[in-house]
């Protein structure tokens, strides 16, 4: 399998989301990964149903952190709206998705 193939931990949880929002969820997470130059992507779950997905990519500065939610003009010339259509689509299913510096991004539906 080379460093491109997809890889995904066999545990993952149940996730409380029809199939077209998961993927957009999973499809944001992962387009930003890849726009900040990540050359590996991780998908795994831990307890309490939380899916994490972590890279190897330019991370998050710190003091930008709190604001990667909102609407901005990001540095690739995209609308920035795909981290704030993530929160919105499982915070309506009762979840909520969150940044763990230096760049893993976890979520949680219900």
Partial sequence: MSSREPRSSP???LVALPQGLLETVLHNLLANALEAGASRVEISGHAAGTI???????SVPPEKAPRIFGVYS????GAGLGL???REILRRRGGDIW????STFVFRAR
């Fill in 11 to 13: 545990d993952l949880p």
């Fill in 99 to 102: 940044l763990e510096l230096p």
């Fill in 52 to 58: 994490c997905v972590s890279d190897d990519g330019t």
């Fill in 74 to 77: 990001d540095k690739f010339g």
């Fill in 84 to 86: 704030t259509l993530c």
